[in-house]
Nanobody
Framework: QVRLVESGGGSVQPGGSLRLSCTAS????????VGWYRQAPGKERELVAT??????TTYTDSVKGRFAISKDLSNSMYLQMNNLKPEDTATYYCRAALGSATTPWGQGTQVTVSS
């Protein structure tokens, strides 16, 4: 089964930056699209950013201009998060579309933004 593993979370102060990584068990170019999601305590999981195989990206409004999704030439994708705000505090997950299926949810990586 194809799996994705998230890493790179941590605790930062407001205005700080983090770079999340997502490593796949197969080539990242095998996926039709990849995406980052987050879930804050007591809230539903939301889609944060996506990237298609062709490189087109989308972002939820609250992170536009601050977050950037990217992928490398091997088996990883990233979420660069700048100017972090307390409301960005959440567990972040990556997921990918492979054919008509999607990869299972991983453990996620915790991001905490607090002064």
């Amino acid at each position: 089964q194809v799996r994705l593993v998230e890493s790179g979370g941590g605790s930062v102060q407001p205005g700080g930056s983090l770079r999340l990584s997502c490593t796949a068990s197969i080539s990242i170019f095998s996926f039709k699209s990849v995406g980052w999601y987050r879930q804050a305590p007591g809230k539903e999981r939301e889609l944060v950013a996506t990237m298609t195989a062709g490189g087109s990206t989308t972002y939820t409004d609250s992170v536009k201009g601050r977050f950037a999704i990217s992928k490398d030439l091997s088996n990883s994708m990233y979420l660069q998060m700048n100017n972090l705000k307390p409301e960005d505090t959440a567990t972040y997950y990556c997921r990918a579309a492979l054919g008509s299926a999607t990869t299972p949810w991983g453990q996620g990586t915790q991001v905490t933004v607090s002064s």
